[in-house]
């Protein structure tokens, strides 16, 4: 199976049904030139995504204010947004966020199909949803899981504070996380 194929199958799903806009774009994967790190989204964004085409940027090509907070962090692992994977947890677009926790459950066998193929070494889950929908854990708050490692299928999942410029956790609270990440991911290509 291929990315593609994923793709075609989230095409022809109605699980979520009224609850969600259809994605409107041909994958739900933007590819990177490197497969060891995913960044996991929440939903696709309505300014961004799902109207460009190309995540984290709008339609005039133009790098959103959470994709600019995004790459100075990626700066810290040597990297660039075009270099890695990005997915969403969730596929289509929610109508209303009171949906988002039903939309995960429902995109979960997709989201595990596209992880199988793409086998990153490290996922990056942006903040609470996104953690939510591609982890079976409990917590309280989000703050408890940020920056720790978890397994699922063999993968390790990170949990970070989605990098909006809007929140003070944004760029402050993951820079540690990306600078340990940085050793991790060293490491793995030696």
């Known amino acids: 199976m291929q990315l593609i194929d994923v793709d075609n199958e989230i095409y022809k799903c109605n699980l979520c049904g009224s609850m969600v806009e ?12 490197r ?36 790459q100075k962090l990626l700066d810290e692992i040597n990297l660039k947004i075009e270099d890695i994977y990005f997915l969403e947890a969730i596929k289509c677009y929610p109508k209303d966020r009171k949906f988002l926790i039903k939309c995960g ?17 490290i996922i990056l ?15 309280k708050k989000f703050k408890d899981v940020v920056g720790k ?18 929140s003070p956790m944004g760029y402050k609270g993951n820079v540690e996380i990306f600078k340990k990440l940085n050793i991790k991911v060293s490491d793995k290509n030696e």
């Open 125 to 139: 889950s942006l903040g609470d949803a996104a953690t939510r929908s591609v982890l079976n854990l409990k917590y």
């Open 35 to 70: 497969n060891d790190i995913v960044i996991l989204g929440e939903a696709p964004a309505n300014n961004g995504w799902r109207k460009s085409g190309i995540a984290w940027y709008d339609v005039n090509h133009k790098l959103l204010p959470s994709g600019v907070v995004l």
């Open 105 to 121: 459950v429902n995109c979960k066998n997709y989201l595990i199909k596209q992880l199988d193929i793409i086998k990153p070494k």
């Open 149 to 166: 490692t978890f397994e699922l299928n063999g993968y390790k999942i990170i949990p970070i504070y989605h990098p909006s410029p809007i």
């Open 22 to 33: 259809k994605f409107p774009n041909s994958k739900t994967v933007s590819i990177g030139t």
